[in-house]
């Protein structure tokens, strides 16, 4: 009887990677090249065409407000469909789990990177990747589309939350969310080897490979012109620190530099990705980046396979057309204008990252981490990331009659704001669906209902979204906290040239502290606009960035259960003719300097 190596669970890696690859057909090696949506993903999809991955795109589930476990049920009976196949090679699914497990109703949401940056707590970051993995692998997933490590050196970037800062070596200190989420390789572990500790946790992905934060004027898929040396400098600093922790993937970005699209860019993927930084696990596309190449979109789609691939594009999140994908990608196999070297190469990546995965030994869900989904541990960790993550900018209009910790006994408190009891605000973007949403969009705790227990049973909370001048008519408040900020938005949608708070956000907070003494809290992915008047007006000022699930972390820290820990993370500008400003380089009389935070 033949001893078949790739299925031999104490054979080298290395050598269960070639056997299985000299067993392969061009279609079975192409297929494994292929990541598609859920939404045209069967198992016999998959059984057919030898499908290597799926995903979800951010907010498509298996239907609204499908648990962990409908999503264990849904994932399995794919992977069913790539077990049946002649060499029973199983799929891996991808998950945009930026902050928690976030595509999936009653999940951990954890702050944004934004406010983990604010934190500068690389232990924190770390943890959070431990939990992040344990809810990801819960719903029968095995791959998290994370970490951002981009460096935003512009706050109109729509993506600019979900970067950790303006700052490279906060981005690289975070970075050890990457050892959360894959675990701690052992010591010698051979540097740009791909790891992942176990069962508990998942592949994580660089992302995106690189520049994407640098972009002019803060255009999402936009151009970064910059030297050699300080894109090397500034942007790929965190790739390096990815790649020493094993980091299994890393996504290309939309994005170019000088001009040139990063997906085409062979110089940048494989000259310095792959060889001189030594990276052995796979590069991505980012979603339907082939058929952003050309104008129309979806055009030239031959010429968009051929220049990824040869770039050094190892898998492409198609994630819709794969039929005419893979028709067009065997045509340039066949016809040798993509080489079976270049082939070989991409199917060797993915499965090496496959098998040091673990999938191929256990492919199905562990269904005994259900009840870790949100649980109370886990939800007392998001707590703790948004108390270090609150930055205080001013507090009360004389330092020596400050407002803040607040009085949790006072008489009479009015709650306003648009964000004050809104959860889909609170977590912003990328959270239950793709765009975010408002409204009681998870389970979580909103600001209000934060504020209703912390405070004595003797106190009477007033909530009200807009205060009418009737709201001031009768009896006195003691003070006013006024939640406002941005409502949620991702990607191109989230590019803001003007970057004013949402929702007249200004003048409410300004009609409030007119008649009470006032807390602002902002709830923002960026700096926005603090017009002069009003911050002369307020007596104190919070930004509590996008904190996700756990509202109590907020009123820890504003009742004074806990100190302020928080610094900013970029450069609060004055004025938005000042952009970009930044630490270091230009950083003209900003409102706030880079690192501001007062304690109290």
């Known amino acids: 009887m033949e001893c078949v190596i790739y299925k031999t669970l104490n054979a080298p890696i290395e050598a269960r990677v070639k056997d299985l690859l000299s067993r392969m057909t061009l279609l079975e090696k192409i297929g494994q090249m292929t990541q598609i949506e859920r939404s045209v993903a069967t198992p016999s999809v998959i059984k057919d065409r030898f499908i290597g991955s799926v995903l979800s795109g951010g907010g498509s589930k298996p239907f609204e407000n499908a648990k962990s476990a409908d999503w264990a049920d849904m994932i399995d009976g794919l992977q069913k469909g790539a077990l049946e196949t002649r060499l029973g090679i199983p799929i891996i699914y991808g998950t945009d789990a930026v902050h928690g497990n976030n595509n999936v109703y009653g999940t951990t949401i954890f702050p944004h990177n934004i406010g983990l940056g604010a934190t500068r707590d690389a232990d924190l970051a770390r943890r959070i990747g431990e939990v992040t993995a344990l809810e990801v692998r819960a719903s029968g997933a095995q791959y998290a589309f994370a970490p951002c490590v981009a460096v935003s050196r512009d706050p109109r970037w729509g993506r600019c939350y979900e970067s950790y800062g303006e700052d490279t070596e906060i981005v690289r200190k975070m970075t050890s969310i990457v050892t959360g989420l894959q675990g701690q390789p052992p010591e010698g572990h051979l540097k740009g080897y791909p790891f992942v500790a176990g069962r508990n946790n998942v592949l994580a992905s660089a992302k995106h490979f690189v520049g994407d934060g640098g972009t002019e004027n803060g255009t999402n898929e936009g151009n970064t012109i910059t030297s050699y040396d300080d894109l090397e400098r500034i942007h790929l600093a965190p790739y390096l620190d990815c790649i020493s922790q094993g980091v299994c993937t890393v996504m290309a970005s939309y994005s170019s530099w000088n001009g040139k699209k990063l997906h085409t860019d062979h110089f940048l993927l494989t000259e310095l990705l792959k060889k001189k930084l030594g990276f052995m696990g796979f590069v991505i596309t980012d979603w339907e980046a082939l058929d952003r190449l050309y104008s129309p979109h979806g055009s030239n789609y031959r010429e968009s396979i051929l220049s990824t691939v040869n770039a050094g594009i190892d898998m492409v999140m198609v994630p819709f057309r794969y039929e005419l994908f893979l028709e067009e990608f065997l045509s340039l196999a066949e016809s040798g204008e993509i080489s079976m070297a270049r082939i070989d190469d991409a199917v060797e990546r993915i499965l090496r990252v496959k098998f040091v995965s673990g999938v191929f030994e256990h492919p199905m869900a562990d269904r005994s981490l259900l009840d870790l989904v949100g649980c109370k541990a886990h939800r007392e960790l998001a707590r703790e990331a948004v108390r270090k993550s609150l930055v205080l900018l001013k507090n009360g209009k004389d330092p020596k009659r400050p407002l803040l910790p607040l009085n949790k006994k006072a008489k009479r408190i009015l709650v306003a704001g648009t964000h004050a009891d809104n959860l889909g605000y609170q977590c912003g973007g990328w959270t239950i669906s793709w765009e975010g949403t408002s409204g009681k969009i998870t389970e979580g705790t909103t600001m209000?209902?934060?504020?209703?227990?912390?405070?004595?049973?003797?106190?009477?909370?007033?909530?009200?979204?807009?205060?009418?001048?009737?709201?001031?008519?009768?009896?006195?408040?003691?003070?006013?906290?006024?939640?406002?900020?941005?409502?949620?938005?991702?990607?191109?949608?989230?590019d803001d040239p003007e970057l004013k708070i949402h929702f007249n956000g200004a003048e409410l907070a300004s009609l409030v502290a007119d008649k009470v003494p006032t807390l602002v809290i902002l709830i923002t992915g960026r700096p926005l606009v603090v017009e002069p008047s009003l911050l002369e007006k307020i007596e104190a000022l919070v930004v509590a960035w996008l904190p996700g699930s756990e509202g109590r972390g907020i009123t820890d820290v504003i009742f004074g259960d806990y100190p302020f820990q928080g610094k900013l993370p970029m450069t609060w500008f004055r004025s938005v003719n000042q952009l970009p400003v930044h630490s270091g380089d230009n950083s003209l009389d900003p409102l706030f300097p880079f690192g501001f935070g007062l304690t109290c």
């Open 448 to 494: 209000l209902e934060a504020i209703k227990e912390m405070v004595d049973h003797n106190t009477e909370v007033v909530y009200e979204q807009n205060p009418s001048p009737e709201t001031f008519s009768g009896e006195e408040f003691s003070f006013a906290i006024v939640a406002v900020g941005e409502g949620p938005y991702v990607e191109s949608g989230g």
